[in-house]
């Protein structure tokens, strides 16, 4: 991967956990129109610890396709992490108790999608069904989707930088 020039407020190396929900397992065998040509689950997550040690913070990848395990992991990752990139994948429309669990860390949470969720049925980046309506956007502090792999690049970026400066998470900042 080439090298980035991302001017950043902070030294600070953060840890972000980056969270694969039911189905990303199976990344590589479904539609390369939605989910382009990355190969497989490992494939994606070492590209998403590569591109975060280039900006300097370091992640730690958990996948799942059963929601005990990761609302397991959540409960024990909160107080080492900084913040949280999901793709519920499979969670994304009754995840509730992960989507909780998220929210008690108070640590920042970025969703990702590989589809642009939004989309209406037939287009290129959209899913075959059409609309969906995520039960974690509502809480989570951004989101990134439509953007396939890119989707945890864009949330790695504005994340870190979110976290080095003070004020974003701050009440009335």
């Known amino acids: 991967m080439p090298e980035h020039n991302v001017v950043r407020q902070s030294s600070r190396k953060h840890r972000i956990a980056v969270i694969d929900g ?3 397992s199976s990344l590589g065998r479904r539609s390369k129109q939605v989910y382009g040509s990355i190969q ?3 494939d994606l997550q070492t590209y998403v610890k590569e591109y975060a040690e280039r900006l300097g913070a370091e992640v730690e ?8 395990e990761i609302l397991e992991y959540i409960h024990e990752s909160g107080a ?3 913040g949280y990139i999901i793709n519920p994948a499979g969670l994304t429309t009754k995840g509730e108790g992960v989507r909780h669990a998220l929210e008690d860390t108070g640590r920042p949470v970025v969703e990702v999608h590989f589809a642009n969720i939004q989309a209406s049925a037939g287009s290129s980046r959209g899913l075959g069904g059409g609309r969906i309506a995520s039960s974690f956007t509502h809480t989570a502090t951004g989101m990134c989707m439509g953007l396939r792999q890119y989707s945890y690049a864009g949330a790695l970026v504005a994340l870190i930088h979110g976290l080095d400066d003070e004020n974003f998470l701050a009440p009335g900042a």
């Open 80 to 82: 080492r992490v900084d």
């Open 61 to 68: 990848t958990f996948d799942s396709n059963h929601e005990g």
């Open 40 to 42: 497989s689950l490992e």
């Open 22 to 24: 039911p189905n990303m």
